[in-house]
């Protein structure tokens, strides 16, 4: 096909030569989409010096700080988005099981 004369384009179906710009955009919009999905895990503050903390953290409280159940994860009770400072913070941390965990996070987003 010459390059020079504009074929139709298969994105957007205009005839036009060089880049297309729909498929540009249509492609930056999709790279910012696979971006807030995969936010790295250390983007999110969680890093190999919060999992030794929260590992740590989950042997001496194994217990769910709420229902007295087992506990599967350590949360944060201050967020790391309000206090990053206290990310590492052991008094800020409390163990959780899951369903407590989830009720908790929905109560903090209510009050949010
Ligand atoms: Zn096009
Ligand atoms: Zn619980």
């Not at 005839?15 to 790295?40: E, F, L, Q, V």
């Not at 001496?60 to 988005?81: E, F």
């Amino acid at each position: 096909m010459p390059s020079r004369a504009p074929s139709v384009c298969t994105h957007c179906g205009e005839p036009h030569t060089g880049i297309c710009a729909k498929r540009a955009a249509a492609i930056a919009a999709r790279k910012a989409r696979a971006d807030r999905r995969r936010p790295s895990s250390s983007e999110r503050g969680y890093d190999a010096a919060w999992e030794k903390l929260r590992a740590d953290y989950l042997a001496a409280y194994p217990s769910c700080a709420r229902c007295g159940q087992k506990a599967h994860l350590v949360d944060h009770k201050i967020t790391i988005a309000k206090a990053p400072e206290r990310r590492l913070d052991p008094s800020n941390l409390q163990s959780l099981c899951t369903p407590c965990h989830s009720s908790w996070k929905q109560a903090q987003d209510r009050k949010a």
